[in-house]
């Protein structure tokens, strides 16, 4: 039996098939579906747990090359929530990009899978890319 780390097997075995260059999905309660994506839904409540806290869950598991985020995530949220982020993602050598939110939605088919989270926050989806 797992006792620490990520303990949900679903999110492990998308982990597991994680590989260079391959992408995921962490989203927004509120992000559209995608049929050919395969979706772990964590959601459980408003907030909880956000994509930041999957975030931080995932990183120490892989290697995460670089991500994107869209644009109006800076646009629309407090400069320090955004930091939190992209401090994150840097302690972990990720390069972050960020792109117009209609850009960022056409790289999610090419995806391995999506988390949705149950984050509140407007444009918090974080696409993953494996080193």
Not at 12 to 35: C, K, M, Q, Y
Not at 52 to 70: D, K, N, S, T, Y
Request: aromatic share 6%.
């Amino acid at each position: 039996m797992l006792k620490t780390g990520i303990l949900n097997p679903n999110l492990l075995e998308l982990l597991g098939r994680f590989r260079h260059t391959n992408t995921i999905v962490i989203a927004d309660r509120g992000f559209p579906s995608w049929p050919q994506v395969p979706t772990i839904d964590l959601s459980l409540t408003d907030g909880i747990p956000t994509v930041r806290q999957v975030l931080e869950a995932i990183l120490p598991a892989c290697r995460v090359g670089g991500a994107f985020m869209a644009a109006e995530c800076k646009k629309s949220n407090p400069a320090q929530t955004v930091q939190l982020a992209v401090n994150l993602l840097k302690a972990h050598d990720a390069a972050i990009r960020f792109e117009a939110h209609a850009k960022f939605k056409t790289r999610v088919p090419g995806c391995i899978g999506l988390i949705r989270t149950a984050d509140t926050m407007p444009y918090a989806n974080i696409i993953l890319e494996s080193a």
